[in-house]
RNA sequence: GGAGGGCUCGCACAGUGGCCUAGUGCGGCGGUCUUGAAAACCGCUGUUGGGUGAUCCCCAACCGUGGGUUCGAAUCCCACGCCCUCCGCCA
């Protein structure tokens, strides 16, 4: 949610903010104008309640005679407060529907332009030089680690069985990044994977993207797409006294990929459930900033301990979350696709979901927001299609790296 | 799934229609006293919105949430949510 007074103040930067997201500038102008009637209406109904207050008053402490009099002037006035109430809330629901329908202020720095608009800012590693790499779903399959067929007869497409190796890969690499978490200061954290609408609603979720959530309609219960969810909520409603807070969620996370017919269709790159370990920070506003840096940075230590080639793009203001003020993306090498595929992202949210789920911390003047990042430490299916990929050896077999052997009794190499 | 109890300003409680403009205790902050501290005593102590307000001042709202009754609701009525206890079922 944007803050008022930012576009009260200043709606010169609201409207450059959305023309840079290709978003309606018109917006902004509603939004003034719906916060100029609500503050008219509701002076209107404090003064009209403030009348009908001192005369209930005085109904009480009135001699028999004076009564009736006060009474019948009380019933006219409660009709207009009644009349007045009902304006505020109306006044009330249009403007917090103005307001949400703006995304955050973008950054200072973010680049113009939509999903191709990217800047790539690093490029790290060396990519693996294979004559004929073949794909993770195959390699996957030879070494009984992945099971896509079986996952589509139990669950559907999209879905999986992680086996043998699979399934110990995927251990090693949530104690990898727990371990990693754990040494830089998070806090570790299980976190439920089904919210409360209004928690799904506080992080954005259910705006432009409700589509891709899954909802049970008989409970009332979102599944989360990532604890990022889970994480924000964990504070919601709450003044924290004492800041960076850090948490690292592990879950398990769901997406409907609505509107992904056909994109890769093949492995465990897209999937409807996956499990993974998600970086979350609470910091003071000035902040955050500095903490979406160390985020990536952090991102990109663990990128390293998997030795894997990749490189930082910065997200096109136009391809971010509306939550997002700046978001940051890894993608890795995939010799068999000759490309870079996203593995993780960062967002700086700013004080923009703190402000709707009343997440704040007390400031010099009073209470006020804090701002909050997450940040992608290991979405597990995904890496290890990356790992296969990208590790794979000439002779059918997959490198280990270093950093990985300790949670994998010591191995180096699988598939021998 | 069934039965009961609860939800009041950080915490514990009081408050069953108008002296509630929500009180008391604890905690916290400031002060008096003290070489210093404790104790004692005194004062302060929540959130939100509004007033052409920026720590003061004034007004309004907030007693789990949403409705309703009433001139007037923490208090009465209805619905819902959550927490706790017990029973049943269960990894």
Known sequence: MIDLKTVRENPDRVRASQRVRGADEGLVDGLLAADETRRAVVSRADSLRG????LGRSVSTASPDERPGLLERAKELA?????????????????????????????DGVPPGGEDDFVTLETVGTVPQLAAPREHTEIGADLG??????GAKVSGARFYFLTGIGAQLELALVNLAMAQAERTGFTPVIAPALVRPEIMEGTGFLGAHAAEVYRLADDELYL????????????????????PLRYAGFSSCFRREAGSYGKDTKGIIRVHWFDKVEMFSYVA????????????????????????AYRVIDVAAGD??????????????????????????????????????NIRTKGEHGNEPVATLNGTLCA????????????QQPDGTVYVPAALRPYLGGRELLGT
Not at 336 to 347: D, K, M, N, P, V
Request: glycine share 4%.
């Open 285 to 308: 506003a000035d902040e955050a900033r500095d903490e979406h840096q160390r985020l990536l940075a952090w991102e990109r230590e663990f990128m390293d301990s998997l030795e894997l």
């Open 79 to 107: 009709t207009q407060v009644k009349a007045a109430e009902a304006d505020q809330d109306r006044a009330d629901a249009a403007l917090r529907e103005a307001q949400l329908a703006i995304p955050n202020l973008v950054e």
């Open 51 to 54: 009348e009908q207050k001192t």
């Open 224 to 243: 989360v797409g990532t604890s990022e969810v889970a994480l924000a909520g964990y504070h919601s409603n709450e003044i924290l006294p004492d800041l």
């Open 320 to 357: 971010l979350g509306s939550s997002a003020a700046r978001k940051f993306d890894i993608e890795a090498w995939f010799p068999s696709q000759g490309a870079y595929r996203e593995l993780t992202s960062t967002s700086n949210c700013t004080t923009f979901q703190a402000r709707r789920l």
């Open 145 to 150: 680690a992945i099971d896509t067929e079986r």
């Open 380 to 391: 597990v299916a995904r890496t290890i299609a990356c790992l296969l990929d990208h590790h």
